[in-house]
Each structure stands twice: as C-alpha cells, then as structure tokens.
C-alpha cells in the first residue's frame, strides 16, 4: 500500500527516502538554484547590451533628423551633396565605434559569463565530490 498524506494524495516524501532518491534531488536543487543565479548575471548582461545599442539608435535617429532638415533647407544640389557626404562619413565612423564598444562590452563579459558556468557546475557537484 502507498503512503498518502492527509489529502489522501500520495506521499511522495516516503516515496523518494525509500528509494533511496535524497541525493539525486538534493543535486537537482542544487543546480536550479545556481543556474537561477547565473540567468540573472546573463539577463544583467543582456540588458546592458541591449540598452547601449538603443541609445545608440536614439543617437543616431537624432542625426538623421538633424540631416533630414538640413537637406529640406538646401538652395542647390550641390548642398545636398554635400550634406548627405557629412552623414555617411559620419556615420560610418559611429557605425564603426559603436562595434568597436559592443565587441569591448561582450570581450569583458566573456570571461564573467564562463566564470557563472563554472560556478554553477561547482555549486551542483561539490557536495557529491565530497561526500556530502
């Protein structure tokens, strides 16, 4: 017969200690807490990323319009020429540096994210290399 607590459901508790099962969960537990705490680090890292790479759209939008109104106010072809030779070179060199940024940002957070993955196989697997 299964043991069953007060609801009548099966006790799962008697279950698992009978089958011997307390480490393996024990693990299991283990693991999820560490990974929880390394996806927060990446999630940090992600969102960092992500809101560079919009104020660095704003910026650019912010050009783009400022460009937009000087070609609306251009007298000669020539004008616009150049105004639109000011953008791309502009531009391109922002394009540029913003890669350079993003390239730095994810170079730091390499490391940190291999150190979270190393954390969390230590966090999961200490207590059974031990003996614990």
Do not use: W
């Amino acid at each position: 017969m299964q043991d069953a607590n007060k609801s009548g459901a099966p006790d799962l508790t008697t279950s698992v200690s009978r089958m011997g099962l307390e480490p393996l969960i024990e693990a299991n537990q283990r693991g999820l807490a560490a990974m929880v705490e390394a996806q927060e680090h990446v999630l940090k890292r992600v969102t960092e990323i992500g809101s560079e790479m919009f104020q660095f759209a704003d910026r650019r939008m912010a050009q783009d319009s400022e460009t937009l109104n000087g070609l609306a106010a251009c007298k000669s072809p020539l004008d616009a020429a150049q105004i639109c030779g000011k953008f791309y070179e502009t531009a391109m060199q922002q394009y540029f540096e913003e890669a350079g940024k993003l390239a730095g940002m994810c170079a730091v957070q390499a490391p940190e994210a291999i150190e979270d993955v190393l954390h969390v196989a230590e966090e999961t697997t200490a207590p059974v290399l031990k003996g614990d």
